[in-house]
């Protein structure tokens, strides 16, 4: 083959005409539409993959610096439309588009991040009620992690206030938006709950008002959620407007759906708990009426007694049964003093059938030790009379209604009607009525008022 006429390149130099011809046929900045294909991450961090459609692939590079800016993670056979440049990789000859930006075709960015994170964080358990923390009924230290200059202060004071105005709120400014807000928000809320035995809140509020979703994404990073999980403290998500759903919201104990709303999951209506409380006070005051009446009812019944009615019952029964014992005591006796004088009339009879000097030692020695029985009978008979007597003595004198002046009470008589005063439905304004004290010593006085209370 002759090749004097012609021009012999080295694969370099050809390489390199390519490289050359592309990048001045071709614009700087194309945008490219694509499925991805063979996505992967190198441990350096450069992303490699392929874009394709129905007729060609492409292969793609995106540089660590670049793909830290993305808001949502690519996966195989998303379509995306991707921004860059095509250069030839002169090591391998091949042509390849450097991406410098990438977003999903027909549907937003940041709506697949969100997509994505609430998958990833269902997936670990961190929506789930187990894990939520009960809001405090009454709460009294509320702390309020916001941006001061915002309007959602406002509100969130303003309708707390509104209901429950004893609170004491702690306004703890930080970013709610941009670069850098959802690092802000987290660190403060773990120096919150790193503080809180000193500041004692009881919940804390994390929220701002409305926007896009890009003024809201803060509330939609991984760092933030995390965070809000991690808190010892009771945390309510109130952030942007009804419509609006963050991440924050989802791992939050509970969610206000505004800002303005957050007073009502956060604290109770004052109006309310004191109606509560006057219902209790109403419920208890009834209760000690009826524990009164049944009192009064009791001691009504116990006044109605026979003991109450006539006192000398109770003495004239215990009468009767001493004089009971008496009767079975003196039986008791006269049946052991015949016994032995049956024995000794016997004895007596015997004496006249044998030696009288020697039965006489015998009988006598045998009497006197019958008598010292007979003895030994009649006083353990007699002691135990006496314990008898003594004990229903104790409980008759136990029953006298006098017996409680000894212990400092009184009984008060109505003069004009010689009756024991219980009632004051029983006395009127100037009767004369006399308290006896102990010892039978009596104090007499004129009745100048009567209190029907």
Not at 5 to 32: M, N
Not at 326 to 341: C, G, M, P, Q, S
Request: hydrophobic letters at 45%.
């Amino acid at each position: 083959m002759a090749v004097n006429d012609r021009k012999i390149y080295t694969v370099s130099e050809l390489a390199t005409l390519i490289k050359v011809a592309l990048e001045q046929s071709l614009p700087s900045r194309l945008i490219v539409v694509g499925q991805l294909s063979g996505f992967k991450q190198h441990s350096s961090g450069h992303c490699y993959f392929d874009l394709k459609d129905e007729n060609a692939i492409m292969p793609c590079v995106m540089w660590r610096s670049d793909f830290a800016k993305l808001k949502f993670k690519p996966q195989n056979g998303l379509a995306v439309i991707v921004k860059g440049n095509i250069d030839v990789y002169l090591p391998h000859g091949k042509y390849q588009f450097y991406a410098e930006a990438m977003e999903p075709a027909g549907i937003g960015s940041l709506q697949i991040a969100f997509e994505q994170m609430v998958k990833k964080l269902q997936a670990e358990g961190l929506f789930e009620d187990e894990h939520k923390k009960p809001i405090p009924k009454y709460p009294m230290r509320i702390g309020i992690l916001t941006s001061e200059s915002g309007a959602a202060v406002h509100d969130i004071a303003d309708s707390i206030w509104s209901r429950w105005p004893i609170a004491k709120l702690f306004l703890f400014d930080v970013p709610v938006q941009g670069e850098g807000a959802a690092q802000e928000i987290s660190k403060m809320l773990r120096t919150v709950n790193r503080r809180n035995k000193e500041l004692g809140l009881d919940i804390v509020i994390v929220g701002r008002g409305g926007g896009s979703m890009e003024d809201l994404w803060a509330f939609n990073e991984e760092v933030l959620a995390r965070a809000i999980y991690a808190s010892k403290i009771p945390v309510i998500s109130a952030v942007g407007h009804e419509r609006d759903t963050t991440i924050a919201d989802l791992v939050a104990d509970a969610r206000a759906s505004t800002p303005t709303k957050a007073g009502v999951i956060a604290v109770p209506d004052i109006n309310e708990v004191m109606a509560g409380i006057d219902n209790i006070s109403k419920r208890l005051k009834a209760d000690i009426v009826q524990k009164l009446a049944l009192a009064r009812q009791s001691i009504a019944t116990i006044q109605a007694s026979a003991v109450f009615r006539n006192p000398k019952f109770v003495v004239m029964l215990s009468a009767q049964r001493l004089d009971g014992i008496e009767i079975r005591l003196v039986d008791i006796l006269r049946d052991a003093f015949f016994t032995a004088k049956d024995r000794l009339n016997t004895f007596q009879s015997g004496i006249s059938r044998i030696e009288p000097a020697r039965l006489v030692a015998q009988k006598r020695a045998f009497l006197i030790e019958s008598a010292a029985r007979l003895n030994s009978v009649f006083n353990a008979n007699l002691s135990r009379a006496v314990v008898q007597l003594t004990a229903v003595e104790n409980r008759i004198s136990a029953m006298n209604p006098r017996a409680v002046l000894q212990r400092g009470y009184s009984l008060t008589t109505v003069k004009r009607t010689g009756n024991i005063l219980t009632d004051v439905k029983n006395v009127l304004v100037g009767d004369d009525i006399i308290t006896e004290l102990a010892g039978r010593k009596t104090v007499e006085s004129r009745v100048t008022k009567v209190d029907n209370m």
